[in-house]
């Protein structure tokens, strides 16, 4: 049940709207914060957009309908209701140290109605979950740019030791600047300076973008980006195909499918960052966001460019836009009906050199008919007197010839027009013919003896350009059998250690089977190995325990505690199930008291604890 719309918190400091979204361990509300805007004409009203985060475990919670507290059904269920409210109140910390422009900033963290909440500002916009639905895929270079945002916010938050362990679609949101802004850091771990882990408890997994380590407890006890590393590639392959990729703990068996396979689009150097930052071993993935970033392809002004916007052609006409953040001016030309120039865009600097290019364009336009015209008149002029030459020639020959006929009374006729004689064919003799055989022989002979060694030379360069070729072959052939038999024995020894890891389970040697199944794991993790060694830590957790409970002598319960008398030295005191004490066995007795149970000390004093195992009273005579 959520909390009704228009219900305050801390005294009407905070109202909620609506609900934008639930889940399995808590509520998000729309919500106002009334405040106070102070200047030089006093103290305004006003009020700001805010989200509010309740922290609510539907599995084991309700709410009063008369008060609204949140309660919960059983004394097991509140363990885990006040273990994960102190992982909420961890995540606010968590964020309140962290204040970047690509991670949502927290207001404020408060108890009230029995649970957590958490104030922080309002993102105008959608999840990147939310896009994808619409878009089934989204373009590159969208990827790539929330992508490089997201990557700085990861930078950030790892050089203060924070890893985020739960990066996804849905835990990004898109803010009406189009920027991504990173969200939900309720699964996350900090660690302190000897990088070891400040909380151990990991509370869900999302499948398909959760890391091999992340499903064993050993896996993120050490300070390693490497997590968020995958997270990041699994995230980018889900923007880029609209397909979760197959889970960490499950790709020995079922192979990751390219992201080419599934969209044509993905450019090589983008899908072979997402493979190694989706290595299974973490040593094979990027070892630091900074490297992954640097890895991938993004332009520096990439958020400029995919803003630009052209305008449209239309016939007869040009467009002229002017950038005033660029200076740019942008200038379209088109075609006209039957001209032969090419339509072109022009990205010039300035409009003076705009009216130059333009200048030059029209002169160029003019003089070259012009040099075309003045070329064909001087051909036309020297062919023209060539051809003048030869009509004159053949006139004065034509009169010379007339007058000499006249003169001997013969019929005049053009010398053009006369018969030219031509000297008379004859055949060969035996001799000449037998002679041009001869030479036509010793011609083809030499060219036979010139062409001899270069069809050596060549048969030689083949020969070794097979040899060499075999030699390849030979070496290629080699390698793979190496390569084959190195996993046949790789095969063979992870096999051997998994059946000796299982044969040490059944004997009830779970440590040194964890130490078996670790060594497997080191050569190729697979779902079995996962599992059983998850088995062993269980098992290995529940002989701890009863070694630990042995140590006392069980008595009544209390509250989530038991009463116990400590063996080693007598003394009373309270565990939880786990067997650690969380009421020093120091006491010489205990007695029920009306604020919880009355321990006596060695002073002869009282202690007085509740059912929580917190000390309500101090060194008191009586109870």
């Known amino acids: 049940m959520n909390l009704p719309d228009g219900y305050c918190l801390q005294n009407g400091k905070y109202c909620l709207t609506r609900v934008i979204g639930?889940?399995?361990?808590?509520?998000?509300?729309?919500?106002?914060?009334?405040?106070?805007?102070?200047?030089?004409?006093?103290?305004?009203?006003?009020?700001v957009p805010i989200?509010?985060?309740?922290?609510?475990?539907?599995?084991?919670?309700?709410?009063?309908?008369?008060?609204?507290?949140?309660?919960v059904h059983s004394g097991t269920g509140k363990i885990l209701f006040d273990k994960f409210k102190e992982r909420q109140i961890e995540e606010a910390k968590i964020l309140s140290e962290v204040h970047h422009p690509y991670i949502v900033n927290v207001l404020e963290v408060f108890e009230e109605n029995n649970t957590a909440y958490i104030a922080m500002e309002h993102i105008s916009g959608c999840s990147l979950k939310s896009m994808l639905s619409e878009q089934t895929v989204l373009p590159e270079s969208k990827v790539l740019k929330y992508v490089a945002q997201i990557g700085k916010a990861l930078e950030f938050v790892h050089q203060k030791n924070i890893l985020h362990l739960d990066i996804?679609?849905?835990?990004?949101?898109?803010?009406?600047?189009?920027?991504?802004?990173?969200?939900?850091?309720?699964?996350?771990?900090?660690?302190?300076?000897?990088?070891?882990?400040?909380?151990?408890?990991?509370?869900?997994?999302?499948?398909?973008?959760?890391?091999?380590?992340?499903?064993?407890?050993?896996?993120?006890?050490?300070?390693?980006?490497?997590?968020?590393?995958?997270?990041?590639?699994?995230?980018?392959?889900?923007?880029?195909?609209?397909?979760?990729?197959?889970e960490s703990i499950l790709r020995a068996t079922k192979p990751l499918v390219h992201p080419s396979e599934l969209n044509k689009r993905i450019s090589p150097k983008t899908e072979a960052v997402v493979l190694k930052?989706?290595?299974?071993?973490?040593?094979?993935?990027?070892?630091?966001?900074?490297?992954?970033?640097?890895?991938?392809?993004?332009?520096?002004?990439?958020?400029?460019?995919?803003?630009?916007?052209?305008?449209?052609?239309?016939?007869?006409?040009?467009?002229?836009?002017?950038?005033?953040?660029?200076?740019?001016?942008?200038?379209?030309?088109?075609?006209?009906?039957?001209?032969?120039?090419?339509?072109?865009t022009v990205f010039i600097p300035s409009k003076t050199k705009s009216f130059k290019q333009r200048r030059t364009k029209s002169k160029r336009r003019i003089l070259l008919p012009l040099l075309i015209f003045a070329f064909a008149g001087v051909g036309w002029a020297v062919s023209y007197l060539f051809s003048w030459s030869d009509k004159s020639?053949?006139?004065?020959?034509?009169?010379?010839?007339?007058?000499?006929?006249?003169?001997?009374?013969?019929?005049?006729?053009?010398?053009?027009?006369?018969?030219?004689?031509?000297a008379p064919l004859t055949e060969p003799s035996p001799s000449e013919v037998t002679n041009e055989i001869h030479k036509e022989e010793r011609t083809e002979k030499k060219e036979g003896n010139e062409t001899a060694p270069a069809k050596k030379e060549e048969k030689s360069e083949k020969t070794t350009t097979s040899k060499e070729s075999d030699k390849k072959a030979s070496e290629e052939a080699s390698k793979a059998k190496k390569a084959e038999e190195e996993t046949e024995r790789m095969n063979a020894n992870y096999a051997a250690l998994l059946a000796s890891g299982k044969t040490k389970m059944n004997q009830g040697q779970y440590i040194e089977a964890k130490a078996d199944f670790t060594k497997a794991k080191e050569i190729k993790v697979t779902e079995d190995v996962v599992r059983l060694s998850l088995a062993c830590e269980e098992k290995i957790e529940e002989k701890n325990i009863a070694a630990r409970i042995a140590l006392y002598e069980s008595g009544m319960t209390f509250g989530n505690y038991t009463i116990v008398r400590k063996k080693q030295n007598g003394r009373y005191g309270a565990i939880d199930a786990?067997?650690?004490?969380?009421?020093?066995?120091?006491y010489l007795s205990v007695g029920r008291s009306e604020s919880g149970r009355a321990f006596e000390r060695e002073d002869h004093l009282y202690d007085i604890y509740n059912s929580n195992g917190v000390l309500v009273g101090r060194g008191l005579t009586t109870y």
């Not at 084991?60 to 309660?71: H, L, N, P, S």
């Not at 923007?239 to 979760?244: E, K």
């Not at 052609?313 to 001016?329: I, W, Y």
């Open 578 to 586: 786990k067997g650690i004490e969380r009421i020093q066995c120091v």
């Open 51 to 71: 989200c509010i985060k309740e922290y609510f475990f539907k599995d084991y919670c309700f709410r009063d309908e008369t008060t609204f507290e949140v309660k």
């Open 168 to 246: 996804k679609p849905n835990n990004i949101l898109i803010d009406k600047n189009d920027n991504a802004r990173l969200i939900d850091f309720g699964v996350s771990k900090r660690y302190d300076l000897e990088e070891q882990e400040a909380c151990t408890t990991t509370l869900t997994l999302s499948k398909g973008f959760a890391s091999i380590e992340q499903y064993d407890d050993e896996g993120t006890v050490n300070f390693s980006p490497c997590p968020d590393v995958y997270s990041l590639g699994a995230t980018m392959y889900n923007l880029l195909t609209g397909v979760i990729p197959v």
């Open 277 to 344: 930052a989706m290595q299974v071993n973490p040593k094979d993935r990027y070892q630091s966001i900074k490297e992954m970033m640097d890895a991938l392809d993004i332009p520096p002004s990439i958020e400029s460019k995919e803003n630009i916007s052209f305008p449209k052609k239309k016939e007869h006409e040009a467009k002229q836009s002017v950038d005033e953040n660029e200076n740019t001016q942008l200038i379209t030309t088109s075609l006209k009906t039957g001209s032969t120039d090419n339509e072109e």
């Open 393 to 422: 020639t053949t006139f004065i020959n034509n009169k010379l010839v007339a007058d000499a006929s006249i003169q001997q009374g013969e019929p005049i006729i053009p010398v053009d027009l006369q018969p030219q004689t031509e």
């Open 22 to 47: 639930q889940g399995g361990f808590g509520i998000t509300y729309l919500g106002e914060w009334n405040t106070e805007v102070k200047g030089e004409l006093g103290a305004v009203e006003t009020t």
